[in-house]
């Protein structure tokens, strides 16, 4: 069975055109994005990246990144995600950004987003809203996930300059997720961007809790810390789920990187599928599974 790539960003010529990345020029020269991949690549075109790297599914985020109100603040509805989704039932999945600036109106959305639109999970950005993670209004939030049982991921570690526009603080440490595991001990929670620079605060937490786990996107598998990778390799070998953060890293070559570490065969099987099918458990492959 191929990975599950857990968490990927809409990245086509439609949001690229919106302003519905949250990237600049400077961004995408400072990750290397080729020159194919700077205006947009289409749905078809990503699913055959998806083949070519042996991905069998996506999850899609519906992006809340930041107050609407606040110049540079953008989203991708959850409509647009529904939409992906909708046409490839069986290669992607949608997460609910949260805003937790809505209100009421963020808990009644994210309950559609799951309720009504088959979304697996939750999914914020501590740095938009300039609220660490174990901040009060992200508290309803949590409450509803749990209420919902789907888990919530949030990038972890610093937040580089995405662009030169709206430069956001770095709110998001990870042992900030240390009350918040304590207070919801039935919350799944997954630090992604493994916690760069905090890397071993991240696997810290991850050891600590039960119900925190680390997503390794949005940094090349050659250039991850050797800590982490011994982690996903020996003890943590349960905690640890793939991802791209595509645009920010080709699953391609996510794919390719990952190979090169010669990881352990149950490591491998763990890292790609088994840990998400476990943790994503309104996936279509995880009911059919019975996990």
């Keep these: 069975m191929g990975a599950i790539d857990i968490v990927v960003n809409l990245h086509t010529e439609r ?24 205006n947009g690549v289409s749905i078809e075109k990503y699913l055959a990246k998806m083949d070519r790297a042996g991905i069998d599914r996506s999850l899609i985020i519906g992006v809340r990144a930041g107050d609407l109100s606040i110049k540079g603040s953008f989203e991708i509805p959850y409509e647009r995600v529904a939409e992906v989704c909708s046409a490839h039932p069986t290669r992607f999945s949608g997460l609910a950004g949260i805003d937790p600036m809505r209100g009421m109106q ?15 999970g939750a999914h914020f950005y501590p740095h938009w809203f300039g609220l660490p993670p174990d901040h009060a209004k992200w508290y309803p939030y949590y409450a509803k996930c749990c209420e919902l049982d789907v888990p919530i991921m949030l990038q972890v570690g610093h937040n580089l300059v995405y662009s030169r526009e709206r430069r956001l603080p770095s709110v998001g440490r990870p042992i900030c997720l240390d009350q918040v595991a304590i207070d919801f001990p039935e919350l799944k929670i997954l630090g992604i961007h493994i916690g760069v620079p905090w890397t071993d605060e991240m696997i810290s937490m991850a050891w600590k809790h039960d119900n925190v786990f680390i997503g390794v996107d949005a940094y090349a598998p050659k250039h991850w810390p050797p800590q982490l990778v011994h982690y996903l390799n020996s003890y943590g070998r349960h905690k640890v789920l793939f991802g791209t953060d595509w645009p920010v890293i080709d699953p391609e070559r996510a794919v390719q990187e990952i190979d090169a570490l010669q990881l352990r065969p149950e490591t491998m099987a763990a890292l790609m599928r088994e840990n998400a099918l476990r943790i994503f458990t309104k996936l279509p492959e995880a009911k059919a599974s019975g996990v």
């Design 15 to 38: 949001e690229v055109k919106g302003g519905q990345t949250g990237i600049d020029d400077n961004f995408k020269s400072q990750i290397r994005m080729s020159d194919d991949a700077r």
């Design 106 to 120: 963020g808990l009644r959305d994210l309950e559609h987003g799951i309720r009504d639109l088959g979304f697996v």
